[in-house]
């Protein structure tokens, strides 16, 4: 077993996604939530971009945030526990 954990060929190698603990998943990115305010963002639900949107605000621990969708569909809250994650489209300017 000791062999196993000094041989760096059997290291767990990083992941695409990197879901931030009890905050909202920013799907394959390291960024914190926060870094996201001003960005062009969809959001997913189930492996599906459900609706698009900018980043109007994001809560200090990163559970809450509000978009605003396109098409006019207002602002919408997203919540951690809600499962929706989040996909940056275009980065803010």
Do not use: F, H
């Not at 695409?16 to 062009?40: D, F, K, N, R, T």
């Not at 945030?65 to 809600?82: K, P, S, T, Y």
Request: aromatic fraction near 4%.
């Amino acid at each position: 077993m000791t062999e196993d954990v000094l041989n760096p060929a059997n290291a767990v190698q990083p992941e695409a996604q990197i879901p931030l603990v009890g905050g909202i998943e920013v799907l394959g990115s390291s960024l914190l939530v926060q870094l996201l305010v001003g960005s062009y963002v969809g959001l997913v639900s189930r492996g599906c971009v459900i609706a698009r949107g900018w980043v109007d605000l994001v809560a200090a621990d990163g559970n809450t945030a509000w978009i605003w969708l396109d098409g006019g569909g207002g602002r919408r809250i997203v919540q951690a526990q809600e499962g929706i994650g989040l996909t940056l489209i275009e980065e803010k300017i």
